[in-house]
Nanobody, 125 residues
Framework: VQLQASGGGLVQAGGSLRLSCAASGRSSRTMTTAWFRQVPGKEREFVAVNFRSGSSTYFADSVKGRFTLSRDNAKNTVYLQMNSLKPEDTAVYYC???????????????????WGRGTQVTVSS
């Protein structure tokens, strides 16, 4: 499975961006897809996850109410819509996927064996 994350960029505080995670080699329909982010010098942190069934979505408290997830199974793509962006959202964002992750471990990096390259999101104040 290959994942391609895109959509990052520079935006002012209060603005929006939509990140895309396109999968190839396997249907995204069978995979749970998550987003993590990392700031230099800090550990990668969980942002959001959408389970393969599409019925369960979870967000980190820091982004709840501002970020949403959606899927386009025809395009094998999962989207992270980020609204009301804050400077503290600045990070490299990574998408990750797995067919085996379970609910109790959905926040852990180690639960995902497929990772895309990161896309930089910079929010200016």
């Amino acid at each position: 499975v290959q994942l391609q994350a895109s959509g990052g960029g520079l935006v002012q505080a209060g603005g929006s961006l939509r990140l895309s995670c396109a999968a190839s080699g396997r249907s995204s329909r069978t995979m749970t897809t998550a987003w993590f982010r990392q700031v230099p010098g800090k550990e990668r942190e969980f942002v959001a996850v959408n389970f393969r069934s599409g019925s369960s979505t979870y967000f980190a408290d820091s982004v709840k109410g501002r970020f949403t997830l959606s899927r386009d199974n025809a395009k094998n793509t999962v989207y992270l819509q980020m609204n009301s962006l804050k400077p503290e959202d600045t990070a490299v964002y990574y998408c990750a996927a797995s067919e085996r992750v379970i609910h109790s471990t959905r926040f852990r990096e180690s639960s995902y064996e497929n990772w895309g390259r990161g896309t930089q999101v910079t929010v200016s104040s």
